[in-house]
């Protein structure tokens, strides 16, 4: 019997097209708000809003969907929400303002995150090797805003950055009504309460959730004040979005290749290199900040502390939570390890920032980092 085709075209455009929002948010929206009179500190704890809502709309709009015959509904209505939500910022808002529509904004998007990974699994049932080819497509949209928003805003006031987002956010809208979940979703019996607690009695499986929660925790300081921490030691807005560039770049290239790496190894092997990597790229960080070269160096160990642990963890979650389960696995995993770990990462990251002027925030992620290769090598399944 043939395999279902699979709809490869929308799948990617959507990647790139909610990545491209990402791309313009993460390296830039500090800037942005810098530009509103707001300091680092205020930008840390409004950036970990972000986070915040992590905790609760991933886990919330998992079960509202999975609770609906046509759950994909869910997916298009968080779109258009996380849209309209966004939209204040086009105008010169209050620090209130600016809040409550970045609360609304990070609500949906987060919302839906999960719900899309959970979609694109249903279209690979037995062939989630096959995930990275389609995940490349949001590294390559991060890396086209990232390089090309770090060099407009070399000569644009950074308050033009929400309307060069929003127009990515209405395509990830309109992509958002073409799709639909995958034979691993419709073929496969509906899933009971009773197999969801079965699915988290597994072993291995909330030492995995924590692993993930460390892992997004070592990422904060990276994730919310790199570029800040950057401009801090001379650099350009140019060569920001160049470092975040060349991260994501090798971020590409990993992912285009890795599906031979993700039948070759186990999870736990890749997972455990990504963790390595890891601590050994915020070390050099907080040590050696003002070398571009060692800068270099540190973004592309994004090879493995980024795309491969998260290839092989999504591989893992697969198996984790097979069929129907993989939407409630995925709002779970963007809930308790993205979401309360991005929390605590950015209160880790307000507090240590002023230490060192950023560095002891990237000392605690290298920490991060072997806390989990300590854990990982006790709770991961060694196939």
Known sequence: MPEPRLPHARLAAYYFAYFAVIGGYT????????????????????LGL???????????????AGRDAHGVRWLRAGALLMTLGFAPLLAPLPRTGIVLSLVVFAFFANAIAPQFEAIVLSHLPGR?????????????????????????????????????????????CG???????????????????ADLLAALRRPGVWGFFVLMLLMQMAFSPYHMLYSLYLRQHGYSSGAIGGLWAAGVGIEILTF????PL?????????????????????????????????????QLTHALSFAAFYAAAMRLLARFFPGRLMGYGQGINSSLASGFGGVLGALLTSGLWPLGDGRAAFLAGAALCLAGVWLALRVLPRT
């Open 128 to 172: 989630s090797e096959r995930y990275g080819a389609l995940r490349v497509w949001g590294s390559i949209g991060f890396i086209v805003i990232a390089l090309g928003y770090g060099l407009l805003l070399d000569h644009l006031d950074a308050r033009w950055l929400p309307a060069l987002m929003l127009p990515w956010m209405l395509l990830v």
């Open 262 to 298: 993700l039948l070759r190894h186990a999870p736990r092997t890749l997972m455990l290199a990504g963790l390595t990597a890891g601590a050994l790229r915020w070390l050099a960080m907080a040590l050696l900040p003002q070398y571009g070269w060692v800068m270099l160096l540190a």
């Open 256 to 259: 285009s290749g890795i599906a």
């Open 175 to 193: 992509l958002g009504f073409s799709l639909d979940y995958g034979p691993g979703h419709h073929d496969a019996p509906a899933a009971s309460r």
């Open 27 to 46: 390296p830039y929206f500090s800037v942005f708000l810098h530009s509103r009179g707001i300091d680092a500190r205020g930008i840390g704890l409004i």
């Open 50 to 64: 972000w986070y915040a809502t992590r905790v609760f709309a991933p886990g919330l709009w998992s079960w509202l």
